[in-house]
């Protein structure tokens, strides 16, 4: 088994590759590879908790946390994250903040590395 | 190295696939269109210039492209063969 990392910058609400990015973290996991995922630029703000879940948009609360029950690693860009107005104590729980060297390390010891510009 | 990219557009990204000059494509969100969509009957021109073709099924479903309209070079895969495929054909992947 290896270990993928996946850079997601897309943002969240009705968009297909942020969509992609946990598809693709949770057929990775399922098959028995460690997975992290970082989430840079607009896709930090799928990090907040208390997500409405509209029945004709993505949201990303549910699935981001079956994922981490999966044990999926999500790490969050904590400066793009505040910008945005995400606070930590507002946000879900078990999704790691830190910075640029979280993902820089998660890449250096990845066998595969997929970074998903944003919009 | 042997390097996959992931084309995820229809229109704006063959100049750059040139440039970066991939072993192989995998087609997903509107790149699905380029295994299936002819222009003035002709099929993409991407399926003639790679010899490892693969395109995302979840993604052709949500688009109404019925599997067996693929071009014969290019094979289906979902999620679980995309993982398989990122692992075992290529040593680097892309995103475009």
Known sequence: MGKLTIGCFPGLVGNMSYDFALKLAEAAKDKGHDVDVWFSGNATGSIAAGQKHLKDYSTAEQHLTRLMEKGVKFCTCEACSVARGVKKDSSIEGVIWNAMHWYLGSIHGADRVLQIGGE | ?96
């Not at chain 2, 009957?41 to 991407?46: H, I, N, Q, R, T």
């Not at chain 2, 290019?74 to 995309?82: F, I, P, R, T």
């Open chain 2, 1 to 96: 190295m042997k390097l996959g990219v992931f084309v995820s557009d229809f229109e704006l990204t063959n100049d750059t696939l040139d440039r970066v000059g991939p072993d192989g494509v995998i087609l997903v969100a509107n790149g699905v269109y380029h295994a299936s969509l002819k222009t003035d009957g002709k099929a993409s021109p991407l399926l003639s210039k790679y010899s490892s073709l693969y395109v995302l099924s979840e993604d052709l479903e949500t688009r109404g492209i019925d599997a067996a309209t693929v071009d014969s070079k290019v094979k289906v895969v979902d999620y679980s063969g995309l993982v398989d495929v990122i692992f075992n054909e290529f040593e680097k992947i892309a995103w475009l």
